[in-house]
């Protein structure tokens, strides 16, 4: 661990934002309201959300945690960095709120929804490039990395980022499509390793961070 | 501690849903209200719902800490099914301000506000259910198990996952059974101990954790 | 330290209890509404209440912090003392926002809800006293302690536990008195030292934690 | 690190207080509501409030990070100053959603909200000159410090304290010029060095924290 307290508060920014998602998920019990069951169905939109949120966020975090593990020391920049992957991230419960709220509705509500999703996927996998682009280009690093290797891991994480405002363009085709494919980015992040292993590794441990 | 981070997100998320649990308890000040004595009394869903959702929690954490403290590592796989947990865990205020709202009303909404809790205890359990899977067949525990004792490990976390769906399927009868039931079982996981005790385990250590 | 994950777990819920408070300072900002002046001034009791309740909670990080520094060890009875603490301090941002709407009314609610307040600040203090029997009487200190010194370690904190619930019965014939008396009595604790010193106590190094 | 659980609880309500923030972002999804792109562009103050608040929070967390890894020992007046710094932190919310619902209508309700910005954004510069204070006055820091350096580290940051209430002063004759000040000098102070090193320093080793 390069910086406890960097990890710790990443950790509490995270776990904060990651809980209060569920704040979105609130059902009306005064006079004259619909039954429960007919408000859950109606709710779908922001179950769906609250599910895709909550993984994109955990995802974040497991790969936050694989990343900061690389790392030998931290400097100012890189932190600067990590701030801004945490600005990110903490706009996704009211970007999620938001199109929890606008989905349904359709039109140029639902389409402007969908790109507010879109860019605080985007800005949180620009910010993420920036912390490895930091990590392996000023040498902050365990272990030594080839320039190919450090290219090779580059360009995979750029190139993930550029799935994210793909996702959301599309989406303004057909709205719940970005819900579908962020729910398959989380998955497939969620599976996908870091590009650059950890020096003390070998097959098992790869998997284990 | 097989790893800190971990834990750490881990003991972050519990501790701001324990917390938001808090947030369902509110009174109305504006013009023309209740007494505050008669409020309280109107509202004890609310504080009973309260108090039976932050054992429930508390107890949750209590048994994630031990649970972890057996594992020597951790892999993507198991992270996952944390990240299940958590999922679960902080579904509990919504769940709880749900069946707060719903069960003095009684009739259909009461009940399915008493299914939508099971449904978050539930998942909850089967994610522990499934860590503890994890870390006995896939060797990420501090010592060896014999196949005996990992069998016997899993039926008993098993048929307790099994006691919280039964809980809510009886609360559709009555819907208060269902509070009562989780109390109790909250006070039944605060004293029964992990299955599988650790390693430098003697007497009075099996307690510490 | 004991137990990093009891501490991390006890620092998350305190940190997040102390950070809600904030949720009652409110303005309103609709048309019609007041003047940002005029509305500070008649919030008064919610900004008196948030400062109180501040440093009663971050009063309460310290002595946890100097008590739990004191344990060599944890068992689940101490896990669940400490649970009940945190339930206690986790309601205070509740009883703090019903003391600060109902206070300036004065009459039944007014007396109510300092009796509320006075109710989660006399179950915290037994809460705490629950946790220092504990650590005395099942040997869980760091040293050992004479009876004579743990006696007047439990007498004193027993008699500090007294005051809460003092300060709020006389808070029944003017309800401010409580919140004057909870702020000296946060002062007080923010001063007094835990009873019992530490193993390698030394004049200047009492004060340090 | 001086001590563990004084840095834990601080990141915990600063991860707390910087993903609070979030709440003041929501838009109005009611029948009859405005447009989504409508209400984007008049929230405007929202979500320069909230861009502003994020990154001065972010900068007290590097700060503060950057100053408690000076201190070898901590003792109670510090932590009563580290209260107080969290106190003022903690108002950063409620003082940014009153400065974003008020600042647009102008006139005396701008004024004053630019003011209750101003005041706890310099109530915490206060606080950080006395936490430095006490680590240097009561020879709290891992190494020795000559008088000189001393002096110069405290006036240094007790300029930087007064640009806080200069910025909310100016701000009285055009509102919105305080939000620009603070967010610059968020942007100095993330670049701007403790005046203090630490003992292993060596020039690149100065950034890293």
Same mark, same amino acid.
């Not at 009306?28 to 895709?52: E, K, M, N, R």
């Not at 996998?125 to 365990?142: D, K, T, Y």
């Not at 980022?161 to 793909?166: C, F, Q």
């Given at each position: ?51 895709? #949120? ?53 039109? #140029? ?57 793909? #996702? ?42």
């Amino acid at each position: 661990m390069a910086d406890g307290r960097l990890e710790a508060f990443s950790d509490g920014v995270l776990a904060v934002a990651i809980t209060l998602l569920v704040l979105d998920l609130r059902l009306d019990s005064t006079a004259g309201h619909a039954s429960l069951a007919h408000q859950l169905g109606d709710h779908w939109p922001a179950f769906a959300a609250y599910l895709v #949120s909550f993984f994109q966020i955990g995802v974040i975090w497991v790969n936050h945690h694989a990343l900061l593990a690389l790392a030998a020391r931290v400097d100012r920049v890189l932190m600067f960095y990590n701030l801004l992957l945490l600005l990110w991230v903490t706009t996704i419960p009211f970007t999620t709120s938001t199109l929890a709220a606008f989905l349904r509705g359709g039109g #140029s509500d639902a389409r402007d929804a969908v790109l507010l999703y879109g860019l605080s996927m985007t800005g949180m996998g620009v910010a993420f490039s920036l912390i490895l682009w930091r990590l392996v280009r000023h040498n902050l690093l365990r272990r030594p990395v080839s320039r190919a290797e450090a290219n090779r891991a580059l360009l995979r994480f750029g190139l993930g980022s550029l799935v994210y405002p793909a #996702s959301a363009l599309i989406g303004l085709l057909w709205p719940p499509f970005t819900l579908i494919a962020m729910a398959l980015l989380a998955a497939y992040y969620m599976i996908e390793h870091t590009p650059i292993l950890p020096a003390y590794d070998d097959g098992a441990a790869a998997v284990v961070l």
